[in-house]
């Protein structure tokens, strides 16, 4: 029997090693994650809620099931936690809105289902931005959280309360959703791996929409190995979501080796200059080295229109948000003012009252770029933007197995600091609203810490490829995590953990 703080340390592997090896169970393993969240949440925030007796259960019959020789999977008895937009049957789905905080889930969205097929046991819901829209899950109408790697700064967003946990060893693996960036920064600024797949990679069915056309749900984990096991779990067509693909792939067994000799990284040189702090700039640079010293080639590749990207995903996910939330309307869902004169009041007040600062100024970002007159000037002009785009990441991974960039232009900062400032805190999307726009499948990887004002913080490099290319990606990942270990020993769960002890 391990101590709780050794439980939390482990990866998704060793945990799935020691339940099939029988050195532990899946009780002790959520036991001690409860234990971990008793002792940080009342610090970190990144629970909104525990689903404790369920957890409880899930987890014996998990160890039952094991007992008779019939796992329901290789993860079964691995306890996981969402972002508090996706469904599971019976518990609130808050969006960390007031607008929905007395919603509960009629249905499990299909990634719920298949966690629950696979026997994982659901911990419960994580802390973002209301409605995932922000980057530092400051916009959570439920307090924000903390990054724990320092406690006085964001843990990026909207996913910040899945990166925190993880990070903070609250929960092995979490599932996040990422319209422009928000599995991936919240996990460079926590030095966790996130996984954008594919547009259409993983059903959307029982998420609630931000941007239809951008959306994708994806892990988030110690290491790329494990986002490749929680992706084995959750890819897959589904006919209840019409944009679900078929023909991407649903397995990722990575490869071995750790020689990448033979593949081709390419550094768009739109996404090293003006804006990049110096040493998010020297780490992702670093990284490019190690890979080409583990024998890739490196090569410098242009997306000249790299600089649209930003205005065009603002006004894209802006307007698609204006429409998915007109459902909104105190009537069918969530909030309702008690008194109101007329229907228009209560569509008003009810809007006006359920609805943060940030949703309200997107939804009317997004009415204006789609009324008439303006629609051609921006709307139009957005999808061209995202079309130029897609044309050229194409071109430039005819040539590349996987493109490197920063997975944002800072390392975490303070709490507070950005919040005055809607567009300081847009600018920090830079790198990563274009694998959104173009649909690609895109990795965020530690890449070691960065010094800023005494803190020891994590850097987050990003890799995009191909469609298809997910495996390849994890797998140049898990490479250089094994080489590099980027983060190994100071990982703030082992200083978090001291305190949870035995029960
Ligand atoms: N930070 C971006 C935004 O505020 C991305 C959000 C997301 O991916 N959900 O829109």
């Given at each position: 029997?391990?101590?709780?703080?050794?439980?939390?340390?482990?990866?998704?592997?060793?945990?799935?090693?020691?339940?099939?090896?029988?050195?532990?169970?899946?009780?002790?393993?959520?036991?001690g994650?409860?234990?971990?969240?008793?002792a940080?949440?009342?610090?970190?925030?990144?629970?909104?809620?525990?689903?404790?007796?369920?957890?409880?259960?899930?987890?014996?019959?998990?160890?039952a099931?094991?007992?008779?020789g019939?796992?329901?999977?290789?993860?079964?008895?691995?306890?996981?936690?969402?972002?508090?937009?996706?469904?599971?049957?019976?518990?609130t789905?808050?969006?960390?809105?007031?607008?929905?905080?007395?919603?509960?889930?009629?249905?499990?969205?299909?990634?719920?289902?298949?966690?629950?097929?696979?026997?994982?046991?659901?911990l419960?819901?994580?802390n973002?931005?209301?409605?995932?829209?922000?980057?530092?899950?400051?916009?959570?109408?439920?307090?924000?959280?903390?990054?724990?790697?320092?406690?006085?700064?964001?843990?990026?967003?909207?996913?910040?309360?899945?990166?925190?946990?993880?990070a903070?060893?609250?929960?092995?693996a979490?599932?996040?959703?990422?319209?422009?960036?928000?599995?991936?920064?919240?996990?460079?600024?926590?030095?966790?791996?996130?996984?954008?797949?594919?547009?259409?990679?993983?059903?959307?069915?029982?998420?609630?929409?931000?941007?239809?056309?951008?959306?994708?749900?994806?892990?988030?984990?110690?290491?790329?190995?494990?986002?490749?096991?929680?992706?084995?779990?959750?890819?897959?067509?589904?006919?209840?979501?019409?944009?679900?693909?078929?023909?991407?792939?649903?397995?990722f067994?990575?490869?071995?080796?750790?020689?990448?000799?033979?593949?081709?990284?390419?550094?768009?040189?739109?996404?090293?200059?003006?804006?990049?702090?110096?040493?998010?700039?020297?780490?992702?640079?670093?990284?490019?080295?190690?890979?080409?010293?583990?024998?890739?080639?490196?090569?410098?590749?242009?997306?000249?229109?790299?600089?649209?990207?930003?205005?065009?995903?603002?006004?894209?996910?802006?307007?698609?948000?204006?429409?998915?939330?007109?459902?909104?309307?105190?009537?069918?869902?969530?909030?309702?003012?008690?008194?109101?004169?007329?229907?228009?009041?209560?569509?008003?007040?009810?809007?006006?009252?359920g609805?943060?600062?940030?949703?309200?100024?997107?939804?009317?970002?997004?009415?204006?770029?789609l009324?008439?007159?303006?629609?051609?000037?921006?709307?139009?002009?957005?999808?061209?933007?995202?079309?130029?785009?897609?044309?050229?990441?194409?071109?430039?991974?005819?040539?590349?197995?996987?493109?490197?960039?920063?997975?944002?232009?800072?390392?975490?900062?303070?709490?507070?600091?950005?919040?005055?400032?809607?567009?300081?805190?847009?600018?920090?999307?830079?790198?990563?609203?274009?694998?959104?726009?173009?649909g690609?499948?895109?990795?965020?990887?530690?890449?070691?810490?960065?010094?800023?004002?005494?803190?020891?913080?994590?850097?987050?490099?990003?890799?995009?490829?191909?469609?298809?290319?997910?495996?390849?990606?994890?797998?140049?990942?898990?490479?250089?995590e094994?080489?590099?270990?980027?983060?190994?020993?100071?990982?703030?769960?082992?200083?978090?953990?001291?305190?949870?002890?035995?029960?």
């Amino acid at each position: 029997m391990r101590s709780y703080a050794e439980i939390c340390r482990l990866t998704v592997r060793q945990l799935m090693d020691a339940l099939s090896s029988g050195s532990l169970t899946s009780v002790e393993i959520t036991e001690g994650y409860l234990a971990s969240i008793a002792a940080q949440n009342g610090t970190i925030n990144a629970f909104l809620e525990v689903y404790e007796a369920d957890a409880r259960n899930e987890a014996a019959a998990s160890d039952a099931r094991r007992a008779e020789g019939n796992p329901l999977s290789p993860l079964d008895g691995i306890p996981i936690a969402l972002k508090d937009n996706m469904l599971v049957a019976g518990h609130t789905c808050a969006c960390a809105s007031r607008m929905l905080q007395d919603f509960v889930s009629p249905y499990d969205a299909t990634v719920t289902q298949r966690l629950r097929a696979a026997g994982m046991v659901i911990l419960g819901r994580l802390n973002m931005d209301e409605f995932a829209m922000g980057s530092s899950n400051e916009n959570s109408a439920f307090g924000v959280c903390r990054n724990p790697w320092a406690t006085d700064r964001v843990p990026g967003g909207s996913s910040g309360g899945a990166a925190a946990a993880v990070a903070a060893g609250m929960v092995p693996a979490a599932l996040g959703s990422d319209t422009g960036g928000s599995i991936r920064q919240p996990a460079s600024f926590c030095g966790v791996t996130g996984v954008k797949p594919a547009y259409g990679n993983v059903s959307r069915y029982g998420l609630v929409a931000f941007a239809s056309s951008l959306d994708q749900i994806g892990p988030l984990c110690k290491t790329a190995e494990d986002a490749a096991l929680i992706m084995g779990v959750i890819a897959g067509h589904d006919r209840r979501d019409a944009t679900s693909d078929a023909a991407l792939p649903t397995r990722f067994g990575l490869d071995a080796r750790d020689d990448l000799t033979g593949l081709t990284i390419g550094l768009p040189k739109e996404c090293f200059g003006e804006g990049l702090s110096m040493p998010v700039y020297h780490a992702v640079m670093a990284a490019a080295e190690a890979l080409r010293a583990m024998g890739a080639k490196v090569v410098d590749v242009s997306i000249p229109s790299l600089p649209y990207a930003l205005s065009a995903y603002y006004v894209l996910s802006s307007a698609e948000a204006s429409s998915n939330l007109a459902r909104f309307d105190g009537v069918r869902y969530g909030y309702r003012v008690k008194e109101y004169a007329d229907l228009d009041e209560l569509y008003r007040r009810s809007r006006e009252e359920g609805f943060g600062l940030e949703v309200k100024r997107r939804i009317m970002l997004g009415t204006f770029a789609l009324s008439s007159g303006y629609q051609d000037q921006y709307y139009q002009k957005a999808q061209q933007a995202r079309e130029l785009l897609r044309h050229e990441f194409g071109l430039a991974l005819a040539g590349c197995d996987a493109l490197l960039t920063p997975v944002a232009p800072t390392c975490a900062y303070r709490l507070g600091e950005k919040t005055a400032d809607p567009m300081q805190m847009y600018m920090g999307d830079l790198y990563t609203v274009p694998a959104n726009l173009t649909g690609l499948p895109c990795v965020s990887v530690p890449c070691g810490l960065a010094e800023e004002d005494g803190a020891s913080l994590p850097v987050g490099m990003s890799l995009t490829g191909a469609r298809e290319s997910l495996q390849t990606l994890l797998s140049i990942a898990s490479a250089y995590e094994q080489r590099q270990k980027p983060n190994a020993g100071i990982h703030p769960y082992d200083r978090l953990l001291k305190g949870v002890t035995k029960a």
